[in-house]
C-alpha cells in the first residue's frame, strides 16, 4: 500500500541469458519520488492530531461551537509568536474553558515546524477546489 501511495513500483522481471534461457533476478530500477519531507509531513499530522484531541477536551458538551479548522499552515506564515497567539485566541473566542495553556503549547509545538507550501488544502467553499491564494502559492516560481 505504501508503494501505491508513493508511486509504482515495478516487481523485478526475469532476465533471459543467452539463448532465451531464464536466468538470474533482475530488478527493474524504477524512480520514486517523495514530494515532502516524510518526517516533517509526520510532526504536522501529530499537531493535527493532538490538535483535535484537545479542542474535543475544550469543547466537550459545546462541540457546535468548536473552529470548524486551526490551519497550522496559515499560523506558520505569521510573522510572530504574538501574532499566531492573537489568531489562536481569536479562533477560540467562543471556548468558555480556559485556553492559555493549549496556546502555550500549540506555540511550542509550531516553533519545530516549517511550512509545506505544496500541500493542498479543501478551499472555502468546499467543492475541494484550490482558493485563489493557495493556487498562487501552488504556481508561484520557487
Known amino acids: 500500500m505504501e508503494a501505491q501511495r508513493l508511486g509504482k513500483l515495478q516487481a523485478p522481471s526475469r532476465a533471459r541469458g543467452p ?3 531464464p536466468g538470474r533476478l533482475q530488478k527493474r ?6 514530494k515532502y519531507d516524510r518526517r516533517e509531513l509526520q510532526r504536522l499530522l501529530d499537531v493535527e492530531t493532538w490538535i483535535d484531541g ?3 477536551e475544550l469543547y466537550r458538551g459545546r462541540e457546535a461551537d468548536m473552529p ?3 490551519n497550522i499552515n496559515e ?3 505569521l510573522e510572530s509568536e504574538e501574532e499566531r497567539s492573537r489568531k489562536i485566541q481569536g479562533l477560540l473566542k467562543s471556548c468558555t474553558n480556559p485556553t492559555e495553556d493549549f496556546v502555550q503549547e500549540l506555540l511550542a509545538k509550531l516553533r519545530g515546524l516549517h511550512k509545506q507550501p505544496g500541500l493542498r488544502q479543501p478551499s472555502p467553499s468546499g467543492d475541494g477546489s484550490l482558493s ?3 493556487d498562487r ?3 508561484a516560481p520557487p
Open 19 to 21: 539463448g532465451g534461457s
Open 137 to 139: 502559492a501552488r504556481t
Open 29 to 34: 530500477h524504477t524512480r520514486v519520488t517523495v
Open 75 to 77: 499560523l506558520l506564515e
Open 132 to 134: 485563489p491564494r493557495q
Open 68 to 70: 470548524d479548522e486551526v
Open 54 to 56: 484537545r479542542l474535543e
